[in-house]
Every structure is written in structure tokens, then in C-alpha cells.
């Protein structure tokens, strides 16, 4: 007995050929997509392994650019600190110094001016108060107040004599 096909044994057949196919074309995509994901996944792993290399660089740089930049202004601000540290205080020594010489000196000459009246104090005891000057061009002795009446000549209110030139 031969068989002979009919409609229905056709649709079958097709439908079992188009399921097969369809399953095949399934299963082949199935397996390209599967291909696809792990080259995706391999893909993004890469670049997400070189952005964080890049960015740990990146960061690396940005750390010794922030090391440097801090030293910078702290060496300037240091240096401007000692300047001025320095310089007030040698200023400050110098003006001591100063000061304490002149007071030295002050001192000194009050000493000699002190030495000095005392000396023209016991002048004047010694010599009874008589003075020899040089008054424009000419030599006086200047005497004690009340020594002689009318000599002619004066000197801040007290007698003097003039003496000849030779």
C-alpha cells in the first residue's frame, strides 16, 4: 500500500519543518546572542578595568600636584614669616643698642659737665672770682664784683681792666 500524501499530511510536514527551523534559528540566535553578551561583557569589563586605570593615573597625578601645591605657598609664607621675624627682630637689637649708647653717652657727659662745673667752682674759689678774657681783640681781667668803683671799663656788669698789648 502506497501512501499518498494529502493536504493535511502537507501542513503537517510544513508545520513540523517551519517548528524545526524555527527552533534551529531559535537555538542559533540563542547561541549568537550568547556569543555576543560574553564579547559585551568582555568588552565593558575591559573598559571598565581602563577607565579605572586611567583614573587611578589621573588620581595619582592629582595627589602629587596637591603634595607640590601646598609646599609652594608654605615655603613663600615661611620665608615672609622669618623676614619679618628677622628683620623686626635685628631692628629691635640695633635700636637697643642704639639707645643704650646714647644713654651711655648722656651719662658720660653728664659726668664731665658735673666734673667740669666743680672744676670752674674751685677756679673761681682759687682765683677770688678775677677772670682773664680776650674781648675783641683785647686782653682784660674781669674782677669780682665790688673791687674796684670806676674803671671804665665792664664786662656783664663787673669791672674790668684792660691790659696793654705787646
Do not use: C
Amino acid at each position: 500500500m502506497e501512501r499518498t500524501s494529502t493536504a493535511n499530511d502537507l501542513s503537517d510536514r510544513l508545520k513540523r519543518r517551519l517548528e524545526s527551523e524555527r527552533r534551529e534559528i531559535e537555538e542559533l540566535t540563542a547561541s549568537e546572542l550568547k556569543r555576543l553578551a560574553e564579547n559585551s561583557r568582555r568588552v565593558a569589563r575591559n573598559a571598565l578595568s581602563t577607565i579605572e586605570r586611567d583614573t587611578e593615573e589621573a588620581t595619582g597625578r592629582m595627589r602629587e600636584l596637591l603634595a607640590k601645591a601646598w609646599q609652594r605657598p608654605l615655603i613663600v609664607g615661611l620665608s615672609l614669616w622669618l623676614g619679618f621675624f628677622g628683620g623686626s627682630w635685628a631692628t629691635m637689637r640695633w635700636l637697643a643698642g642704639s639707645i643704650q649708647t646714647r644713654i651711655e653717652t648722656l651719662a658720660e657727659l653728664d659726668y664731665d659737665i658735673q666734673d667740669a662745673r666743680q672744676t670752674l667752682a674751685q677756679l673761681e674759689v682759687d682765683t677770688w672770682g678775677v677772670a682773664l678774657l680776650e674781648i675783641e681783640g683785647e686782653r682784660v681781667v674781669v674782677l669780682p664784683a665790688g673791687t674796684l668803683d670806676n674803671t671804665g671799663w665792664t664786662w656783664r656788669d663787673q669791672p674790668a681792666v684792660k691790659l696793654s698789648n705787646r
